[in-house]
């Protein structure tokens, strides 16, 4: 292995000096004529041979500063830093277009140069490289028009409306831009000058990996597209009991909704008085003729009509309100505008009577009417709302203790069923009880740490928060190591790559997983260049510049002085015998 110290003297002595004596000893014993020059230079050749093989090195005072050139850099930026400080040594970086006196930095390069750069004008550079880098000014280059930021939600979920939010930045002239899934357009909202801020609306309509496009085009420049891929979660499956007053063609709907959806249901109705019908679907038959507590422990939701609530004994009640407090939902479907027998503690919403008894309600891109109690709930900080118009809220929730209670106040959905338009009442109703419902315990949680998109060859910061005491994570099929957080327990940390684009998969020993989007460099080039620009000016010293940077660098001894050496000495050892 060819290493490359700086080599003491007394190490040269110690290989040299042996091997001298060694050599005059045989000398002296062959009795050899000239014995003091063929010696002189068999110690020439070998302190040379030494030198080659160890490359000794110096250690010297470098005083150099380097103005970096990226990508779209600003020609009268660079003229104005040259003119105050001329000292200063031009370098670019690949693929940029040269300065007039400004030479090639190559990648191998940078490592030993990074700490002489006390400037960087253009785009600048990628996050991972400025880590470990000294103090530097940077002057941003012009901006491009193109995408600034994109926040896309991080759970998607199927048949639930989300938005992407967007800073598109426009130079002018009348544009579009649109939000395309495989079905067609999602939404859309035209473009002005300069910097635009809004939201792109989107229902997913499937689950898994979908293949969405961001389109921004007119009549004359014709269409720029960006790829944007999004993994859809599909609704969790739950177990839910149902429990009417008296049977409805409105939850009997539902419940063929649900059971479509993989839900395992048990339903009770009551016939009379006295007489209970029951049903299972996606699951084995159980006891569910009275409600206690081990009972609801096997469920993640419970829905309730109006009727049911107030048929209620204190004790289903009361084995109701302590499992919702333990992580229970509950679902009330109100049919009547006044509470009955149901307490505070079951029903924890003020209500307020209105004169609608029928509510507008858009629904993606298009509206409906349906209706409605004629009540609403009282303006509450604590109610999240699901489904809202105009006259109040419609459906929403609130936290009691480790659990929800959701409301209903939408009547007859089932015609949206009806009219064959599934996809709408999934909207209606899907959100509603995945929020309602038990939420989900994760083992463990994968996060990415990097603003989208991923590029390959580069590092995916990735953080594991785990309860167990060794958490295991694997890159695709490839185990990767995890390094525990030195402060904080349970949250681990590691890098990866990816050589190629593409879907790829983190997965736990646990068995929770995510799924992410590896891109190519051709993709998203101008929210890369905005993102370049962000981070480098959060790097940059606002400081004056630095004017010269002193470093202590090693520098090798010339092989050419040990080459030539060796070949003299070499020359004098044949050349003695002969004079």
């Known amino acids: 292995m060819i290493i490359n110290p700086i080599i003491p003297a007394w190490l040269l002595f110690a290989i ?16 050899i004529k000239h014995i003091g020059g063929r010696l002189s230079a068999v110690c020439i050749m070998m302190i040379a041979f030494t030198c080659i093989c160890l490359r000794p090195a110096y250690t010297d005072t470098v005083r150099d500063s380097i103005l970096l050139l990226t990508s779209d850099y600003n020609s009268a930026i660079v003229d104005s830093l040259l003119r105050a400080q001329p000292d200063l040594t031009v370098r670019h970086v690949e693929g940029v277009t040269p300065y007039r006196i400004s030479t090639l930095l190559s990648s191998s390069d940078f490592a030993t140069s990074k700490q002489r750069v006390v400037a960087i004008a253009g785009e600048g550079l990628p996050t991972y490289v400025l880590e470990g880098m000294g103090n530097f000014q940077y002057y941003p280059g ?38 395309e899934s495989p079905a067609g357009k999602e939404d859309s909202t035209e473009l002005k000058t300069g910097e635009n801020i809004f939201k792109l609306a989107f229902t997913p309509k499937h689950s898994g990996k979908v293949s969405y496009t961001l389109t921004v085009g007119d009549a004359t ?69 009275r409600i206690t507590g081990g009972m609801l422990n096997e469920f993640d939701l419970v829905i309730l009509d109006s009727e049911a609530i107030s048929g209620l004994s204190a004790s289903e009640r009361s084995a109701i309100s302590v499992s919702v407090d333990k992580g229970l939902g509950m679902l009330t479907l109100l049919n ?21 008894d029928s509510a507008v309600v858009r629904i993606g891109s298009a509206v409906y009417n349906f209706p409605a109690v004629a009540i609403r709930p009282n303006a509450n900080s604590e109610l999240i709302g699901v489904t809202s118009n105009g006259t109040g809220m419609l459906a929403g929730y609130t936290r009691v203790g480790s659990g929800h209670i959701g409301f209903q106040l939408l009547q007859e959905t089932y015609r949206l069923i009806l009219s064959g338009d599934s996809t709408a009442y999934g909207i209606l109703w899907s959100p509603l009880i995945e929020q309602v419902a038990k939420p989900r315990t994760q083992h463990s949680i994968i996060i990415i740490d990097n603003q989208l998109p991923c590029y390959i060859d580069e590092p995916i910061r990735v953080r594991v928060i785990s309860r167990d005491e060794s958490p295991a ?23 990866v790559w990816h050589s190629a684009p593409g879907w790829h998969a983190l997965v736990s ?17 101008g929210l890369r260049r905005a993102r370049q620009r962000l981070d480098n000016g959060m790097f940059s010293n606002r400081e004056s510049l630095r004017s010269e940077v002193a470093m202590q660098v090693e520098k090798e001894y010339p092989k050419t002085i040990f080459y030539l050496a060796f070949m003299v000495a070499a020359g004098g050892l044949w050349l003695a015998p002969k004079l």
């Open 221 to 289: 420049r014709g269409n720029f597209r960006e790829h944007l891929p999004l993994y859809v979660n599909s609704p969790s499956s739950l177990n839910i009991l149902i429990i009417q007053g008296y049977p409805s063609f409105e939850v009997q709907v539902l419940k063929n909704f649900l059971q479509r959806k993989d839900h395992r249901l048990a339903i009770r109705s009551q016939l009379s008085r006295r007489i209970f019908r029951y049903e299972f679907a996606n699951r084995k038959v159980t006891s569910i003729e």
């Open 142 to 179: 012009t901006v491009a028009e193109g995408f600034i930021s994109l926040f896309i939600p991080p759970d998607i979920r199927q048949n639930k409306s989300q938005a992407i939010d967007v800073n598109y930045y426009h130079k002018g002239g009348k544009v579009k831009i649109y939000l």
């Open 473 to 495: 994570l694997r890159a695709d099929s490839l185990q990767v190591a995890l390094r525990e957080d030195p402060l904080i327990d349970g949250i681990w940390a590691t890098t």
């Open 16 to 31: 040299v000096v042996p091997m001298t004596l060694s050599l005059l000893w045989l000398e002296w014993r062959r009795r």
């Open 509 to 525: 020993s646990s068995g929770d997983s995510l799924n992410y989007y590896v891109s190519h460099h051709s993709e998203w080039r």
């Open 336 to 356: 009547t505008p006044t509470q009955g027998s149901m307490t505070r503690k079951i029903f924890p919403y003020g209500l307020k009577n209105v004169r609608q």
